[in-house]
């Protein structure tokens, strides 16, 4: 193995100390205390783990935090209304509804009605036009911790060659935006796209966020590349089960010059990012409010 193995645990936990930090000293100069509220709905026991989770970081770096789990059958009348309770309690300054939804309910209609001020997902049709114009927004928090991963390791990303597969709304399209506004050059390949490989091999800086288990060869991979794998696979193999990346590690870890593990790779640092876009959130709010 040629690669750098970069370590998601440790980069997410920076990003956490610095929130911590930049709350004590927030607070200290005035500031409101953020608060973080996130919504459940259905009992999905992963999900009601990860919510846990969430929460549980969010008071560690002294965000007031509340979690609504709300029944399966909940109406979408019953959801909408949870939303605007939020959205006028001023103790909240971060919205975050839990998707999947289940099937009955209009996922758009929920997360058009989050205060686009609140949105930490930044999954709101305003901040999604403000990130692509330039204005400041609150960014997806996935791509977020890719692109602040990416200026850790390479600073300027001025001139790479970039190539993003997949063109999600929660991944692939924000970090295209992300990166151009860093003026790489960019490339967002699908489902559609012919000769993946080919294009994959122009690139410094691979981003998979497909979804489909270890697609993406070592031999798609420039020497010397940065690959981040944002996919996240449950399989089976020699019997047991296990988490594996979009991207086939053996292989690319053999040619790329650093690349992202799954689990401990991106992951961790989605989480971290919401806890940064909540300050961020509590910092405009507030701003707004005292001026
Ligand atoms: P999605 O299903 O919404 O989008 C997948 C994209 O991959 C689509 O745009 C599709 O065109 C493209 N695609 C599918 N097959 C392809 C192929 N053969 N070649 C090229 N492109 C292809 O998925 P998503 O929500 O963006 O998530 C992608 C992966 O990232 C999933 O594994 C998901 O679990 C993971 N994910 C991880 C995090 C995290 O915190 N690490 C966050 C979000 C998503």
């Known amino acids: ?105 209009d996922s758009d209609a929920v997360l058009n009605a ?17 990130l692509w114009s330039g204005q400041s927004a609150p960014v997806p928090c996935t791509p977020l911790g890719c692109s602040l991963l990416l200026k850790e390791r390479l600073g300027d990303l001025a001139g790479k060659k970039a190539i993003i597969i997949g063109r999600s709304n929660i991944v ?7 990166l151009l506004a860093a003026n790489a050059t960019v490339t967002i390949a699908h489902s559609k796209t012919p000769d993946l490989p080919g294009l994959c091999r122009e690139a410094d800086i691979v981003v998979a966020a ?6 993406v060869q070592g031999d798609w991979i ?26 086939d590690f053996a292989s690319a870890s053999a040619i790329a010059g650093a690349i992202t593990p799954v689990p401990g790779g991106i992951g961790p640092m989605t989480i971290a990012c919401l806890l940064r876009n909540t300050l961020t959130c509590a910092k405009t709010i507030d701003n707004r409010l005292n001026t």
């Open 114 to 130: 989050i205060d686009p001020d609140k949105d930490v997902d930044g999954f709101h049709p305003v901040n999604i036009g403000r």
């Open 222 to 247: 420039k020497p010397g590349a940065i690959v981040l794998d944002v996919g996240i696979n449950r399989i089976e193999r020699d019997g047991k089960k296990k988490l594996v990346g979009d991207v």
């Open 1 to 105: 193995m040629s690669a750098e193995v970069i370590d998601g645990k440790a980069f997410a936990e920076k990003i956490r100390e610095q929130v911590g930090e930049n709350t004590a000293e927030f607070i200290a100069q005035g500031g409101v205390q953020p608060g973080l509220a996130v919504v459940l709905v259905g009992n999905d026991p992963a999900s009601e783990v990860y919510v846990a989770n969430k929460n549980k970081q969010a008071e560690a770096v002294g965000f007031y935090s509340v979690a609504h789990y709300l029944p399966e059958d909940t109406t979408q009348d019953a959801l909408m209304a949870q939303v605007e309770a939020l959205n006028a309690d001023p103790r909240i300054h971060g919205i975050l509804v839990q998707l999947p939804l289940p099937s009955h309910l």
């Open 172 to 178: 692939g399209k924000p970090m295209a935006a992300l």
């Open 210 to 215: 497909v979804g489909r288990a270890e697609m």
